[in-house]
């Protein structure tokens, strides 16, 4: 069934149609018309779901954790200050390997204060052990939402899923969202129950690890995490069979087969990145563009296998990680580094709600199509639009 | 329900059991051995950050046979209630969700999540078991600590009063709210037994002292305990619906110097400093209905 949808609400339609059965979530703009429609959905009945209105963003993480060790399938939406606020709870949710699926609708992070979209809250969670994946547009927030649950309820995998879209660019934007039926998601998301927390079975969960344990456990989370990404290519071609509509796995190319500048982005800067590659195709450019969908576990090998013919790598990054650069520049130049010497030109552009339209990224291109015939070496990275 | 009424009448069986990593004569752990054989083995436990969090299991052993979570500091109460909704979800009915925290994790940072739950009236009951200071990280002062006690943080005695917990659990208006205290074990079960059969948010603060923290002797936590109650500092009593009932009354009266002065704790209080104490104490001993 094809509606016009914006991002919040096709997030609110696929915790319904995914059954969700606990939502602890606390008001943040521009998050929180997805929190309400789905409180909406508990109330018409067409949701069977318990609401927590809890005080707090911390305690909305700590209620839908506490509801994931019960036994239950518990949501959440936050962004910024509230994912910020919650960044302690999400090192818990990883580390107790609980599949919580969160919705983050990414918003500049204070100060100075902002309610406009970016991507820095979800990065500065990068090394919380969430799976984090990035949608284009509001069609993919609802897939991806959905294929969210069963990727972090593998058993291989077991591990907590941020499914992140800009606030505002696609949580305020109306598009046309085609809704799967219920049946077909009850039969590709079966509940099954793992509770920790079970008086038929008895267990004590976080007891204190010592140095001859901790480890261990360390290196178990993160290779369920690796794992992730061959789960994501398996759960998205069952979502394609089921739907028609693919995805890709970690990474999506587009035009990439000759391209020779590829412009690599996450998010809402795909869809926008899409039409400039097509512009510059007309005026006989070989541009190229790499969708990252699945920014943690960072898949770098798909980006080198993406990635054949470039001579030159744009980083298209709507976050700054201080001192260093855009999350995106930093994990190219290391997924490709000791396997090709192709330069990776790093551009922070759109912080805080700037625009960032078709004709910067034709102008962020041809600026690197310049700096590469010059033979010049990419600075570490450069700011965009100021 | 029938209430316990004797020690000998209290289940054998332990669900905290021995084992576990507190210290001689902790009195915390002594308060969750007893409320357990009020709760019984159909019981979730959540436990934030605090000398109970990490007593009741280390590494690949636990003290715990029911199910437990040692949760983060700020948050045991909205895990609880999290959990609680859980079981709703899934219909299961009667199993009681404990959160139980120290002194720090509900007056201070917990309080935050603990004041959410109780405003919601989550079928939870929220335990405060009270050593009047931070133990887990050396004894430092806390909201709880009263006024004058000398900890790490406050050499020279603690230029503030202890804050009312009670008062402002009570403006809750819980389904039920009592104190308790390790000293009394079969009135401390009894409370348990009736928070048990009760729906909605249920309190229950508990008066665990620690020998370390109190400048006490391992074998002294009982008996100081027991005389906080005689000298009128911690009273015993519940209230169902805002409506209180004391529930021990003690056959002597002490006066408050000398449960101060048994304490390393209350060295700097002066003579005026106590007697004002006990003109305060006076006071509500009268106040109070018995
Ligand atoms: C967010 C956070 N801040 C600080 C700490 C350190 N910490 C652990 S336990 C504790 C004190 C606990 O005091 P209380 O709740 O009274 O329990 P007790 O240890 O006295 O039994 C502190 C400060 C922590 N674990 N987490
Ligand atoms: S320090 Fe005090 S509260 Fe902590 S385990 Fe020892 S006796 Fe118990
Ligand atoms: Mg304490």
Same mark, same amino acid.
């Given at each position: 069934m094809r509606q016009l949808l914006n991002g919040n609400e096709a997030a609110a339609h696929a915790a319904r149609l995914a059954r969700v059965e606990v939502l602890a979530s606390y008001p943040i703009t521009p998050a929180a018309p997805a929190m309400e429609k789905i409180t909406q959905f508990i109330a018409e009945g067409s949701l069977k779901a318990r609401f927590i209105r809890v005080e707090s963003d911390h305690s909305a993480m700590a209620a839908a954790l506490g509801a994931s060790l019960a036994g239950a399938r518990p949501f959440l939406i936050t962004n910024s200050q509230g994912l910020a606020y919650m960044s302690e709870v999400l090192y818990h949710t990883s580390g107790l390997r609980q599949p919580v699926v969160m919705a983050v609708v990414n918003r500049a992070l204070a100060a100075p204060h902002s309610r406009f979209p970016e991507q820095g809250d979800a990065v500065a969670q990068e090394a919380a052990g969430w799976i984090q994946l990035f949608c284009e547009n509001?069609?993919?927030?609802?897939?991806?939402?959905?294929?969210?649950?069963?990727?972090?309820?593998?058993?291989?995998?077991? %591990?907590?899923?941020?499914?992140?879209?800009?606030?505002?660019?696609?949580?305020?934007?109306?598009?046309?969202?085609?809704?799967?039926?219920?049946?077909?998601?009850?039969?590709?998301?079966?509940?099954?129950?793992?509770?920790?927390?079970?008086?038929?079975?008895?267990?004590?969960?976080?007891?204190?690890?010592?140095?001859?344990?901790?480890?261990?456990?360390?290196?178990?989370?993160?290779?369920? %995490?690796?794992?992730?990404?061959?789960?994501?290519?398996?759960?998205?071609?069952?979502?394609?069979? %089921?739907?028609?509509?693919?995805?890709?796995?970690?990474?999506?190319?587009?035009?990439?087969?000759?391209?020779?500048?590829?412009?690599?982005?996450?998010?809402? %800067?795909?869809?926008?990145?899409?039409?400039?590659?097509?512009?510059?195709?007309?005026?006989?450019?070989?541009?190229?563009?790499?969708?990252?969908?699945?920014?943690?576990?960072?898949?770098?090998?798909?980006?080198?296998?993406?990635?054949?013919?470039?001579?030159?790598?744009?980083?298209?990054?709507?976050?700054?990680?201080?001192?260093?650069?855009?999350?995106l520049g930093r994990e190219l130049r290391a997924s490709l580094y000791g396997h090709a010497s192709v330069p990776v030109f790093s551009y922070i552009l759109g912080l805080g709600g700037r625009d960032a339209g078709v004709a910067d990224l034709a102008q962020i291109y041809r600026q690197v199509r310049e700096n590469m015939v010059a033979g010049l070496t990419p600075a570490a990275y450069q700011w965009y639009g100021l | 329900m029938e209430l316990i009424n004797s020690l000998a009448a209290v289940p054998d069986t332990e669900l905290f059991t021995g084992g576990h990593g507190g210290c001689r004569g902790c009195g915390a752990a002594l308060a969750a051995r007893q409320a357990m054989k009020a709760l019984g083995p159909r019981t979730i436990i959540t436990i934030p950050a605090s000398c109970m969090a990490t007593i009741g299991g280390s590494g690949l052993t636990t003290a715990w046979e029911i199910p437990f979570y040692h949760s983060l500091f700020e948050c045991a109460p909205a895990v609880a209630s999290g959990i609680r909704a859980a079981l709703d979800i899934q219909g299961i009915e009667d199993v009681n969700v404990v959160s139980w925290a120290g002194d720090a994790g509900t007056a201070d940072i917990g309080f935050q999540s603990l004041t959410g739950a109780a405003e919601r009236q989550e079928n939870i009951i929220h335990v405060c078991y009270d050593n009047e200071t931070y133990m887990n990280t050396g004894g430092q002062a806390g909201s709880a600590t009263p006024y004058l006690a000398a900890t790490p943080d406050t050499p020279a005695g603690k230029p503030t009063p202890r804050k009312d917990m009670l008062a402002i659990m009570a403006a809750h208006r819980p389904a039920y709210l009592a104190t308790a205290s390790v000293a009394?074990?079969?009135?401390?079960?009894?409370?348990?037994?009736?928070?048990?059969?009760?729906?909605?948010?249920?309190?229950?603060?508990?008066?665990?002292?620690?020998?370390?923290?109190?400048?006490?002797?391992?074998?002294?936590?009982?008996?100081?305990?027991?005389?906080?109650?005689?000298?009128?500092?911690w009273q015993l009593y519940e209230e169902v619906d805002g409506r209180r009932r004391v529930t021990v009354i003690p056959e002597r009266r002490l006066p408050v110097r000398e449960y101060l002065r048994l304490q390393g704790r209350f060295q700097t209080m002066d003579e005026a400093t106590i007697a004002a104490l006990q003109a305060a104490v006076d006071r509500r001993w009268q106040e109070v209905p018995s």
């Open positions: 509001n069609q993919e927030v609802l897939d991806s939402l959905l294929q969210a649950f069963r990727l972090g309820e593998d058993e291989g995998v077991r %591990l907590p899923v941020m499914v992140n879209y800009e606030g505002y660019i696609q949580s305020h934007t109306r598009e046309t969202v085609d809704l799967p039926q219920q049946e077909e998601i009850d039969g590709f998301l079966p509940l099954m129950r793992r509770p920790a927390l079970d008086v038929a079975n008895p267990m004590a969960v976080n007891t204190v690890a010592g140095p001859e344990l901790y480890m261990d456990f360390k290196y178990h989370q993160d290779a369920a %995490l690796q794992q992730a990404a061959a789960v994501l290519e398996e759960v998205s071609a069952a979502y394609a069979r %089921l739907t028609g509509r693919d995805w890709g796995g970690p990474v999506a190319g587009y035009r990439l087969e000759d391209a020779e500048v590829v412009l690599v982005a996450m998010g809402s %800067l795909v869809s926008t990145a899409r039409i400039a590659v097509d512009a510059l195709r007309e005026e006989g450019e070989k541009a190229g563009l790499l969708k990252i969908r699945l920014f943690r576990p960072f898949p770098a090998v798909a980006v080198r296998q993406g990635l054949p013919a470039a001579r030159a790598i744009v980083a298209l990054d709507k976050n700054i990680v201080y001192g260093v650069g855009g999350a | 009394y074990p079969l009135d401390l079960i009894q409370k348990f037994q009736r928070a048990r059969e009760i729906e909605g948010f249920r309190y229950i603060h508990i008066l665990a002292p620690c020998f370390k923290g109190w400048g006490i002797k391992e074998d002294q936590t009982v008996q100081l305990a027991r005389i906080a109650v005689e000298c009128g500092l």
